[in-house]
């Protein structure tokens, strides 16, 4: 079994609300693995939404489907380019 990548074609395989949506069996793009909850990130473009799932089926191993490459492409990781704490309002530092 290869390693799922960015912007694969996967199946829930569990039961899971995602906003008053049930997700099983539904298509979702993979965006990443959490190694500490073992968690997948998928984004649900049907939904618009996001839903952290445990199991999950490959629809085609190591490959993109045309539908998502332009996700795929687009999306990334957030990254803080400055450190910056909130004061609250009016206690500006």
């Known amino acids: 079994m290869s390693e799922i990548v960015l912007g694969e074609a996967v199946i829930v ?12 069996n539904e298509e979702g793009i993979f965006v990443r693995l959490d190694s500490e909850t073992n968690k ?12 952290e799932i445990e199991h999950l089926e490959r629809v085609e191993e190591g490959v993109v489907p045309e539908k998502n490459k332009d996700f795929a492409e687009n999306v990334s990781e957030l990254n803080y380019t400055m450190e910056r704490s909130f004061y609250g309002f009016g206690r500006k530092k």
Do not use: A, C, I, M
């Open 40 to 51: 997948s990130l998928v984004y649900f473009p049907q939904f618009k939404e996001w839903g």
């Open 13 to 24: 395989k569990q039961e899971y609300n995602l906003f008053d949506n049930e997700v099983e």
